[in-house]
């Protein structure tokens, strides 16, 4: 039974993971709740959003595995360590960690002395620790990495398992070369590119025998330019993985980039996909879009295209879209098409979620987005752009008439919506607002983000805290338009 019964305790703390005031409540219950808090406090001690230069005490519990003889070199080198009692520690906290942040570590070691050279000592010692008391690593981040602790003793048996690799092109290849010839089952490879340091890198996605996630993302100066061979050579080790790559994100700098730069043969072999997101894909052709097939797609995020483009791809999916979002700026509003975009919402994504939507403000749109609010139930969080004025000049008095329409329309339709974000030209009366925030009364809890700051006046701001207070709004902001068109931006 206290087994069972700790199985069920570390699967409800494992929901709190990333939640570290939570978990630090649990430590103080009894030690039976701290043993199950700590384990996974100290499976990724590195991720909880700590000041970690004043966190003396993560830098002294290191360097209390360290042996007597190591403690005493480093202080003959003048390296200030932590002083030691007799005591034994209450947990073996190493023996629980499951990544390493090279960063952070970098942070914690220079508690120690602010010398290269002290540091470096450090280093060696603190990664030779981590490589035997660190079993099956499954998570690292080598960005600044400076240290190859691929050749210590132990690396091979710590770092076989990973699972997880996050790094920058600034590191050495012969960095990347060490770790392709040990780290052969890298699932999340996340890549941010700094330089033309690519030989390395493809290497390491060469030999890797089970891939499913691959991220890249451009973030260079403006004295590097990127060469077309340099994209081709990873999109071409990509090509290989098809078979188990599920998830494809690519980043990529619209200054510098080029159309020769386009994973043009890659992504239409990628048919296991559940996620797909670029951020410009002005670049794809009409002909290479017919071929993309992606029946197991789940998450469709896309900037700089169509709405017949995202139409096409909506129709080429297999029906389990949970995630549509096309940058806001970038819609073509046409008529034909924006209503048959919401129109292919509807018949293809029954598991939509998540939603970002544009249309002008005629009847007819305003008939097919009801009509999608009561056929898509499971969509919790939908960002709304009405493009008043595309046509007409519209006055202030037409755009609050459009925004009663709307209101009127979410009220009376049947959806389950946690989350609304109005884009850009969105008016309400206050008039309009109590009403439709009166009528919400009994479905979940509303939050609702916008970039218009006449919502922080005081007639508004009273009317909102009124109904926040009856528990209807669960929050109501101003946010920058970066803010509210990133969905990955929580409320």
Sequence with gaps: MSNLNKDILFLIFEEFQDDSKSLFSCLMVNRFWC???????WKNPWHYNINYSNKYYLFAIIGFYLSNDIREFLMKEGIRLPLISSQSLLFDYLSFCRSIDINIINTLISIGSSLDYDQFLIQQEFYSLFMKKFLGLKFLDIRSLNHQIFYCPEAKTCLESLCELKCNTSIDSSYFYGFASICQHIQRLIIINENQNFNGIVKLIEVQKNLKYFEWKDDFDNDYFPTEKLYKDIFFELEKKANTLNHFKLFFD??????????????????????????????????????????????????YTTMDEASILIENSGGKLKQILLKPVDYDYQNESSLNFIRNIYKNCPSIECLSLAFPPYSNHFTEFKRLLNTCHNLKSLLLVI????????????????????????????????????FNDFKFSLKDLKEFLRNWSGRPALSLLTSDHIYERNDYKTLIDEYKDAGIIKDFRCESVANLENMDFKT
């Design 35 to 41: 043993e199950i808090a700590i384990s996974i406090l």
């Design 254 to 303: 619209y200054e510098y980039f080029t159309e020769y730069m386009f994973p043009q043969n890659l992504l239409p072999k990628l048919h296991k996909l559940k996620t797909l997101v670029i951020n410009d894909f002005s670049y794809v052709d009409e002909n290479l879009l017919k071929g993309l097939v992606y029946n197991n797609l789940e998450i469709l995020n896309i900037g």
């Design 387 to 422: 493009k008043n004025g595309y046509h007409i000049y519209e006055t202030e008095e037409k755009m609050i008439e459009n925004g009663s329409k709307l209101l009127k329309i979410l009220i009376e339709s049947t959806t389950n919506l946690r989350e609304i974000r109005f």
